[in-house]
């Protein structure tokens, strides 16, 4: 089993930059509402919906909320939400880049709020996702008496193509379409899935080890993750002792 986590490389700790609880639940929402709207209402018909729920699920948001979400999604009331995904490219500090994915429904504010973090911090608009590769990623508690190495020998017949460790869990990537199939799975086994959404994962990483370099990068990503249209900050950073 690999020891190195990469989904820590992409998207740190659940809780590290976690914003007030009321702007974490709207962000979700957006999520919501966004994957109803593309697909549709029926979680069985509709995977990324499922995913977005789950997500808000893990994070105790009520289940009103979550029903209200996938309302306005999918165009119930008067409350239609004209929400749209845009993914920023971005070169970082210390030599990183990054991709923003924000979830709006004013593509002028994101972008003047991503500007106003490179105005304080620095950072710019670049062509950066070509460093990237999209991926599906299935993160599990680890699970005292499994055997982890036959548990990756089957998990490639389900789609698994890599697979990485942090802490007390382990990582399961996939293409895009057979995520489904290896969530399922995994599920099946009796595994506690700790995430399962699509990542884009770095070809190459930058690696970060003195202490003042890696505060700066974090505070940047930190910063661009407490704006309100911001979802997520993927990154091709590795920070070592």
């Known amino acids: 089993m690999s020891g190195h ?28 509402t966004l994957a109803a709207r593309e697909g549709g209402s029926d979680v069985e ?34 409350d239609v939400a004209q929400i749209e995904e ?8 210390e030599g990183s880049a990054m991709l923003v994915t924000c979830l709006t429904d004013n593509r002028n504010r994101a972008l003047s709020e991503l500007k106003g973090v490179f105005s304080k911090l620095g950072g710019a608009l670049g062509s950066v996702a ?8 299935a993160v599990v508690k680890k699970k005292s008496g499994v055997d982890w190495e036959s548990m990756q020998v089957e998990a490639i017949d389900y789609g698994a193509e890599d697979f990485g460790e942090e802490d007390d869990v382990v990582e399961f990537y996939s293409a895009i379409v057979d995520l489904k199939k290896l969530k399922d799975w995994l599920e099946s086994r009796g595994l506690e899935i700790e995430a399962a959404e699509l990542v884009n994962m770095p070809k190459n990483k930058v690696t ?33 002792d």
């Open 5 to 32: 986590s990469k989904w820590s490389t992409i998207k740190r700790k659940k809780g590290v930059a976690d914003a007030k609880r009321g702007q974490i639940f709207t962000k979700l929402a957006k999520m919501v």
């Open 45 to 78: 018909m509709n995977f990324k919906l499922k995913l977005a729920i789950d997500k808000a699920k893990q994070a105790n948001m009520p289940s009103d909320n979550i029903k209200r979400a996938i309302e306005r999604g999918s165009g119930v009331g008067k």
């Open 86 to 93: 845009v993914t920023y490219e971005i070169f970082g500090p």
């Open 130 to 137: 070509w460093m990237f590769e999209p991926k599906g990623l």
């Open 208 to 240: 970060v080890s003195d202490k003042d370099k890696k505060e700066k990068v974090i505070n940047f990503i930190e910063t661009l993750e407490e704006l309100d249209d911001v979802d997520k900050v993927e990154m091709n950073v590795d920070f070592v």
